[in-house]
């Protein structure tokens, strides 16, 4: 049986919130009164920058070793981006936000340079980040049934420490280089923008895309004195979300 990576996951689920969303569809006024709100969205992440490792020249095990650069969409799938939360009206238009952003993507084999007179290969292990994100989000009225938002979010953002494997073929080569990135708090700063559509007199369906920066990972501890400790100085992460999902007033 095919194995079901996130992507798959979040189109799936997508499809299902699109689908409910439209089933409930009716012509209906805003609640003036409906100050709180929750939200589930669901989607993906397409990755524009950041590398999972930069390029490098030493030696491991007295045997010369080069690195080449892999972006993380070079070793990820765009994988499932998840968030779930909720808000308070400020006013009629603007609202502040908490919300909780979990990240997870499935990790190919990526060739990862030379080992003296062999190829390099790492099989990294998956990326998962969990976040949360405070914010603010500035609603505009286009008509009864239809309003679009800007929203900007900040917050710490807790990323898994990540594995690899490196195999060199031609030398016999087998090395698992367990904690090759530390567990990492980074710093996450995203700004989206979406539309909402009305489908009850306190529920919502939402599509919106955006921008999202993540910091760099953990110092490589197990490479101190190879002279590839540099692998990891440019491992911040840019990826554009787009998710759909529902959205509930009370």
Do not use: C
Not at 214 to 233: H, K, Y
């Amino acid at each position: 049986m095919r194995r079901l990576n996130g992507r798959h996951v979040g189109v799936g689920m997508a499809l299902a919130l699109v689908l409910g969303a439209s089933s409930l569809a009716q012509a209906q006024t805003p609640d003036p009164e409906s100050k709180w709100s929750a939200e589930f969205g669901i989607g993906w992440d397409n990755s524009i920058s950041g590398n999972i490792n930069s390029s490098a020249i030493g030696s491991i095990n007295n045997t010369a070793v080069v690195i080449t650069k892999n972006t993380y969409d070079d070793v990820y799938n765009k994988g499932l981006h998840m968030r779930f939360g909720g808000g308070y009206m400020l006013n009629e238009d603007l609202e502040a936000r908490v919300t909780f952003t979990f990240q997870s993507a499935d990790a190919e084999l990526a060739r990862m340079g030379d080992y003296g007179v062999s190829n390099l290969y790492g099989q990294y292990s998956d990326y998962q980040t969990f976040g949360l994100d405070l914010g603010l989000r500035k609603y505009m009225t286009v008509s009864p049934m239809f309003r679009v938002y800007g929203e900007g979010t900040i917050g710490p953002g807790f990323v898994d420490k990540i594995d690899v494997t490196l195999v060199a073929p031609a030398v016999n080569l087998f090395r698992d280089a367990t904690d090759f990135y530390d567990q990492t708090v980074s710093f996450a700063v995203a700004g989206n923008g979406g539309v909402l559509f009305r489908t009850g007199e306190r529920s919502d369906f939402f599509a919106q895309v955006g921008i999202r920066w993540v910091s760099g990972l953990g110092d490589v501890d197990s490479l101190l004195g190879t002279s590839l400790e540099t692998i990891n100085n440019k491992s911040a992460r840019w990826t554009m979300p787009f998710l759909v999902g529902v959205r509930f007033r009370f």
